[in-house]
């Protein structure tokens, strides 16, 4: 059956483009979508380190798929983008869809005059508790911090910010067993982060990964759990639900993990062998804001909290607190407005922060304005290749 729409109610995607703008470590990758109607478009972020090119022509090549669709069949869109594509989306793929998905909840919102979040379910919260990393998201900070008196400096910093969470990247580069001294270094640095911030703020640590067996990852989570951590993050790779849940088992405390996986499909084999106890969508990366919600929904039918990684721009951030304010699992979301010094410059938006949580936004669609002058100061560059130091004493290539 055909639906036929009145004349005044043919709102057409007219135009998808991108935008670059450096900030260090990422290109933030701003995806626009223009309709036929002045003044009515909507803005997503597709945010990739290291694949910032790809991602801006997966962009690109997605696009014609789009041209004169009606920008708020939302779901059509994105079956339109996955199934007509063909070839199975991988993480570069994904990445631009959410983009595009990004801001036609945008454009949708803004034709309704309500907020994204009003057409994600409503509220189910007054407020959305947020976190930090240490040097408030300055790459250097984050991942360059193994001296403990530095690291106690920077984490005192964050909790004069107004934070009551922040998450830590201490472990070291690590093979398949780990090192008496490794594991003294990881407690020097627990200790001058604990003793820093007091007891009752939440502190998160994120293995990102390194740990190259069980054993491994076992080792450093019993130097880190004494200190009364919130949650151990990604403590092997990806893609073995079995290990993880070797571990979840173990852990004496909570294990989250989840940001390198692709929609609910990659997600439902860590919830169905209980490998987690928080999952991590990164809403950039994972599909949108659709398939966020049908993960969160999948988590808290396994008992699942839903806390979504996000080291993105702001627009990225913009759609993490639409969910948020939506979704009854959430438990906290990682934000870094300190990436670089002008972060506020270059998009406007609804993540007004209060202490350690954002405010419920009320604008229309993502409730974002974007400054393009000051998008165009800042156009693409190569991003730094911090990973390279991922290496071992003996030159071994190390998970960063």
Request: proline share 5%; hydrophobic share 45%.
């Amino acid at each position: 059956m055909t639906i036929e729409l009145d004349a005044a109610d043919k709102v057409r995607i007219t135009r998808v483009e991108c935008r670059a703008v450096h900030a260090g470590l990422r290109n933030w990758v701003f995806v626009k979508v223009l309709t036929n109607e002045d003044g009515l478009f909507g803005w997503g972020e597709a945010t990739l380190n290291w694949k910032t090119r790809s991602v801006m022509a997966a962009v690109d090549d997605l696009a014609p798929l789009l041209i004169g669709r009606d920008p708020r069949d939302i779901q059509q869109a994105v079956q339109t983008m996955t199934r007509h594509s063909y070839y199975r989306m991988g993480i570069i793929g994904t990445t631009a869809v959410s983009g595009i998905e990004h801001a036609l909840w945008d454009i949708f919102g803004k034709s309704l005059g309500v907020p994204v979040w009003r057409l994600l379910g409503g509220a189910v919260r007054s407020c959305v508790r947020v976190y930090a990393h240490l040097g408030l998201g300055d790459m250097g900070s984050v991942y360059d911090s193994y001296d403990p008196v530095r690291v106690a400096d920077l984490a005192s910093a964050v909790v004069a910010q107004g934070y009551d969470a922040l998450k830590v990247v201490l472990v070291p580069f690590s093979g398949y067993v780990t090192r008496a001294a490794q594991r003294r270094l990881l407690d020097s640095l627990m200790s001058a982060v604990r003793g820093a911030v007091g007891a009752d703020v939440d502190i998160m640590v994120d293995f990102h990964g390194r740990p190259e067996s069980v054993s491994a990852a076992m080792d450093y989570i019993r130097v880190v759990a004494p200190f009364d951590v919130l949650f151990c993050e990604e403590p092997v790779q990806p893609g073995d639900a079995v290990a993880l849940a070797a571990i979840a088992q173990q852990a004496p405390c909570a294990i989250a993990a989840g940001e390198r996986l692709i929609g609910l499909g990659e997600f439902l084999p860590v919830l169905q062998a209980r490998a987690v106890h928080i999952a991590q969508p990164d809403l950039n990366h994972t599909g949108g804001l659709l398939e966020g919600k049908r993960i969160a929904a999948a988590a808290e039918a396994h008992m699942v909290g839903v806390a979504p990684h996000n080291p993105n721009g702001p627009i990225a951030s913009a759609a993490a607190l639409h969910f948020a304010v939506s979704t009854p699992n959430f438990v906290i979301q990682e934000e870094m407005s300190g990436a670089v010094p002008w972060y506020d410059d270059v998009v406007s938006g609804p993540t007004v922060r209060k202490g350690s949580s954002w405010d419920v936004p009320t604008t229309p669609g993502l409730g974002i304005e974007v400054d393009e002058k000051e998008v165009a100061r800042h156009p693409y560059e190569a991003e730094t290749m911090h990973q390279t130091g991922a290496v071992l004493d003996d030159g071994t290539i190390a998970h960063w």
